[in-house]
């Protein structure tokens, strides 16, 4: 499959954003995102990360490794300290650290992370920037297979309703935040044979309200847990049945998913795929554990 026009366009651009196109090789690499780090991973270059976020979980080595803090708030004296050639970030994070990355003159890379193009435009990117062009452009096309061999078993099943939350209050349903149009996991759950019922939201993800779930009435509920699951924790199953007239919760179709790669825009979304078509349709994957 040829590379998107956008891509294109920033892979040309490549050679302005690092001060002339002899710029070197980075050796020294910080990422500031887990959907980077796993990208990194993914193209044969995690062996030249010398930091990351703190909530990078994958690859196993990055316990190893230190950590420069969270997602808004990065520690640029930590960063600085590091001496890294190159510092990684998304665009979502790019107007917190960004320009006080340009004032430590410390060379950066942001990658996009909303659509699903966005992901493969990001793997382009960094393998460009690593020198693993070829690692990349094979990561996508294994990518871009799973994806297919998902929407090869649902593209005849019937479109199931379904509301993905992605955040929500502990243990309650309130202050409710959906994805919506615009993210890679609504594109996700269209290939896994369903359809969002969360209206339009201009980055992705957007509040909705109990009324509009029961008039949505959804057949699927997808719920990214907050927090830990059984004795000492929520049970997100007994959380919905606060709405006990939703089609969702009648027939059993709540599936809390707690796995760490679910939100991250990164090859990984192959896998999301498998774990959401195997909650809309299971019958899809006959002896299959739907979440695994």
Request: glycine share 6%.
């Amino acid at each position: 499959m040829k590379p998107s026009r956008q891509s294109i366009l920033l892979l040309l651009l490549l050679p302005a954003l690092y001060a002339g196109a002899q710029a070197p090789l980075p050796r020294r690499i910080i990422s500031v995102s887990p959907n980077i780090t796993e990208i990194l991973y993914g193209v044969g270059a995690f062996d030249r990360v010398v930091a990351v976020s703190d909530y990078c979980t994958y690859p196993p080595e990055v316990r190893n490794l230190p950590r420069v803090g969270g997602w808004q708030n990065s520690d640029l004296e930590k960063i600085a300290s590091l001496r890294p050639d190159l510092v990684l970030l998304t665009d979502a994070q790019a107007p917190f650290i960004q320009d006080k990355l340009r004032q430590l003159e410390l060379r950066s890379l942001t990658v996009p992370r909303a659509s699903l193009q966005d992901v493969f435009t990001a793997i382009e990117l960094i393998a460009g920037v690593t020198g693993k062009e070829q690692e990349g452009r094979e990561l996508i096309r294994r990518t871009r297979a799973k994806l297919d061999e998902v929407r090869s078993r649902t593209k005849n099943l019937p479109r199931r309703s379904v509301l993905f939350v992605i955040d929500r209050t502990p243990g309650t349903l309130q202050d409710l935040y959906a994805a919506t149009e615009g993210s890679f996991l609504v594109e996700l759950i269209e290939i896994a044979g369903g359809r969002s019922i969360a209206e339009p939201a201009k980055i992705g993800y957007g509040r909705i309200s109990k009324d509009a779930i029961l008039i949505k009435n959804p057949e699927v509920i997808i719920d990214m847990v907050q927090g830990s699951i059984g004795k000492f924790g929520e049970h997100p199953e007994l959380v919905w049945r606060d709405l006990p007239e939703l089609r969702a919760v009648r027939q059993g179709r709540v599936y809390p998913v707690q796995n760490e790669y679910i939100s991250h825009a990164s090859q990984f979304v192959a896998e999301t795929a498998q774990v959401l078509a195997r909650m809309i349709h299971p019958e899809a994957f006959p002896g299959a554990e739907r979440n695994k």
